[in-house]
Structure formats: C-alpha cells, structure tokens
C-alpha cells in the first residue's frame, strides 16, 4: 500500500531531505504514525494535544482535511497529501 | 445605470453563465465578474467597507495616513479611496509582486514598503504590525481582520448572487483574507438551506511558504471554518489552465485566481453530475487578467507558465 505524501520544505530534515515520502495507514492519523516510525519527530511537528496544528494544512487528493474529518480521514492506496504551512492570503 | 460618482459604483456586478466550461445543462456555473468595479477587483468592497467604518467610528480624518499589508489589489482599492476622501496611503507590499501593482498604487499616490520575497505575505503583515507599532498616529484598517471585511460581502456579494441566483447550490471563491468566503457564505448559508461554501486555495511555489518555522504560520483572524463546507488547495498548473480556458472557451479574460475557483468549481460539478444531482455554481471571479501580462501567465506553453510563476504570488 503506498500513499504518497508531500513534505515542505522546512519539514525535510525529518525525511533526509526528500519532498516526499511514502506511507500507510486507513487513516491520517495512522499515516502520520507511520512515516513517523521512520521519520522519528515528524508527527510531532504535524499535531499536538488538540489535533492537528494550527499553523499546518494537511490536503488529502487537494482537499482540506479539516473538512474530511481531520485526522480520522480515511486513507487508501494511490492518494497524495500534502503538508503545507498556513500563510497568508495571496494577493489581497 | 448612473451613479453620483466613482464610489457609488462599487458593487452590482454581473453573475454570468459558463455553458461552455459547464459539464451539462443539469450542473451550471455561473461566473461573479467582480473586475467590474470602481478599480477592477472585489477589494472595491471590502476597502470601501472598511474606509467607511474607520470614518463612522472616528478614527480617520482627512490628512490622516493609513498603512495597509497588501500584495495590491486591496491596496490599489484604498489608493482610490484615498485619494477621493484626502488620505495618505502606505502598502506593505512582498517585493515579488507583478509590475503592474506597482504601476497602479504609485500612479493612485500611494507609498509602497516592500517586503523580503522569501516569507511571502506572512512577512508583509509583520512587518506592517511593526511599522503600526512604531507610528501609532497612522491607522492600519488590517484586511486580515477587520469584520468590516467580510461585512461588505455579507450587505453586497451575497445578496446580489442571491438576487440573480436563487436557485444557487454552491458558491466558491477565492481565499486569501477570507472576507469573501467569511461574508458571502454567512449571508447564503442564513438564506439557502444546504448551499455549499467552497474556498479555492492557491498552492504557490517553495519560496513563498518560505523556511520559517510551523509555528509561525499566519491564519487570518476573521477565519472561522465553521463556514466553509470544504476547502481545496489548487496548484499554478491547474489554475493556469482553467484560467486560459475560461479565455478559449467562454471568453473571459479573467486574473489567476479565477482559474483556482473555476478549477474547484469543476470539480464540484463533476461530483454533482456524478451523483445525479442539480448544481448551480456560483465562482466569484476577483479580477481581471490585465495585471498579470506581465508574469507571462496568458502566453507561451502552460509548462513554460507554470515555471514563470514559481516563486511568485501569482493569485
């Protein structure tokens, strides 16, 4: 099973560098918890006590997780999610 | 249709059809052509709205100068304004921002502060914090979070989509500050039993999401995803894409950004007729094509598009 998952930039220290990673789980939550057991530290910069962190943007197949139940969002085979840091709105 | 002057124009936009981009006649999208404004961009809103409210509440008088973080379209609306009503601009604007921009604020009167191009508009709100600290006099009307923001969407955009759309299902827009997304979406949301509220997100570039820490990201305040039915994240490939299609196939010469919320708009479309299941999809178009010639966006391949637009804020 492989789901590809896309790292930022400032996240690639955990991953040796690589801008993205390969995973599985059924859910996000699981996924994190794997790439976490060979990227040592990851999880921790992606979710906290309450869940997922404020400032981190999780899209699962481009969609925001938040709206797909977080990190209880079902994963499967050939999905792409991608990290990403909040910033600010573009060009307003 | 006559007005007494230029700011009683801000508004009444027309909502047209896209039969040509729409998948079929049981899934509709209908595009908000917001570049028919005073200046050319939905900001005409929230800039008013916001001038307005700073006016009733006292804090501006005619001299004043008034300091905004803005990568253009908000501060070319406030130029305008300024200009009109005898206020001294200052933008902080990210140094990577098309020519144009800057063309139109200077040429409107304003002062521009640029800010480092690594760090995006993050970097630009501090350091328009910083500057609002320093000099208390000037008053900063602060996009990001100032309801009047999305008020101007919630007492103008959503009723006129209503007016013309009543039947509407979906409505998606772009999100940068959120006042579009924030206002719009609470009006129809009060007014359309299971009307869907979708933001189109831009995914730029490395070099704008920058390599500062993750806890030093930036939500705007007036954010609150209670709002929203869903958000998607929609790439400069993409976007460009379904920008030089809404050219080619339903001639609409519309700014970057159109092509994120038409590109989801789509998408919602497809699910829909997928489903068996009627959509009207309301896209606000925030603007015109005009100030992106520049970045290339409208010429040569997409590939040779897309890679122009790495690094920059192209939305």
Known sequence: MAIEVRIPTILRTFTG?????????????????????RHA??????????GLRRFVNIYLNDEDVRFLGGLTATVKDGDTVTVLPAVAGGMA | MRYDSLLDAVGGTPLVGLPHLSPGPGQRLWAKLEDRNPTGSVKDRAALWMVRAAE??????????ILEPTSGNTGISLAMICRLRGY????????????????LLQMYGASIVYSPAAGGSNEAVRVAKRLAAENPRWVMLYQYGNEANARAHYESTGPEILADLPEITHFVAGLGTTGTLMG????????????????????????????????????????????????FSVSAADALRRTRELVSCEGIFAGISAGCVVHAGLALAAKAQAAGERADIAVLIADAGWKYLSTGAYSGTLAEAEARLEGELWA
């Open chain 1, 17 to 37: 560098g690589a801008k993205s990673v390969e995973g599985s789980g059924d859910t996000l939550d699981e996924l994190i918890a794997d790439l976490d057991s």
């Open chain 1, 41 to 50: 530290g990851l999880r921790e910069r992606l979710v906290d006590d309450s």
């Open chain 2, 56 to 65: 009733r509440d006292g804090l501006l008088s005619p001299g004043c100068t």
């Open chain 2, 88 to 103: 001294k601009l200052i933008c902080v604007m990210p140094e990577n921002t098309s020519a144009e921009r800057t063309q």
């Open chain 2, 184 to 231: 719009t979406g609470r009006y129809l949301r009060e007014q359309v039993p299971g009307v869907q509220i979708v933001a189109a997100e831009p995914r730029y570039g490395e070099l704008v999401y920058g390599l500062r820490n993750m806890d030093e990201g930036f939500v705007p305040e007036l954010y609150d995803d209670t709002v929203l039915t869903s958000r």
